[in-house]
Structure formats: structure tokens, C-alpha cells
């Protein structure tokens, strides 16, 4: 949904800032929660503290977007978090059977100095 709705801003003539986001209110604790379900992980939620700056409303005006540019958010949450994981999953997946990691070389001591290569 945002990639449309950043092509569709940009192909735009539109140059005042435009809300591009989805004004379906979810909290940090409910994505934690609903990924760790999705992703079928047993870890553990850490409670940390917010940010100085943290908004404590998460639910952009896209009024204009949708005036302007006809764009609105229609990727329900848990098809859009699946297929995220799934993307990953491939991603990772393919790292792991076709990527060659080379291992950092130890630095080598030339008067007194390490020397990387």
C-alpha cells in the first residue's frame, strides 16, 4: 500500500507533504503480539521505555491522499505482516543456501600497529 501510494505522490504534481499511511490505529504491543503469533515464536515481549519524542497517537489524516491521489490503504494488517514474513523467509532462505559470507581476516601487527588487509 505505501509503495503505491509513494509512486502515485511522485508521478504527482503535488508538492506539499501528503499523509501516506494507514489511519487503522494498532498498538506496539498488538503488532508484537500478533507477529509473534504469526511467525509461531515462543519469545518473550520486552517492555522498554518509550522515546522522549514517542507519539502517542499513530493515526495519520490521509484525507488528503485520498482526495488528491485516490489512495487509501486495502491490504488488510495480517496479509499485509504474512506476506513480509514470507518475503524474509524466502530471503533468508536464499542467504543461507546461496551466499558465500567470507570471515574476517584477523589484523595482522606491523610495528606495533594492527594492519588490516
Known amino acids: 500500500d505505501l509503495v503505491n501510494g509513494l509512486v502515485l505522490l511522485m508521478n504527482s504534481n503535488i508538492s506539499s507533504p501528503v499523509n501516506l499511511g494507514n489511519p487503522e490505529e494498532h498498538t506496539i504491543l498488538e503488532f508484537a503480539q500478533l507477529i509473534k503469533s504469526l511467525v509461531v515464536s515462543r ?3 520486552q517492555f ?3 522515546a522522549q519524542d514517542d ?15 485516490g489512495w487509501e490503504p486495502v491490504v488488510p494488517l495480517e496479509e499485509g505482516l504474512n506476506k513480509t514474513i514470507q518475503y524474509f523467509s524466502r530471503e533468508l532462505e536464499h542467504q543461507a543456501n546461496n ?9 595482522r601487527m606491523k610495528k606495533g600497529r594492527p594492519r588490516h588487509n
Do not use: G
Open 43 to 45: 519469545s518473550q515481549i
Open 48 to 50: 522498554l521505555s518509550e
Open 55 to 69: 507519539p502517542q497517537r499513530r493515526r495519520p489524516d490521509i484525507q488528503k491522499a485520498k482526495m488528491m491521489l
Open 99 to 107: 551466499q558465500y559470507i567470507p570471515k574476517p581476516k584477523a589484523a
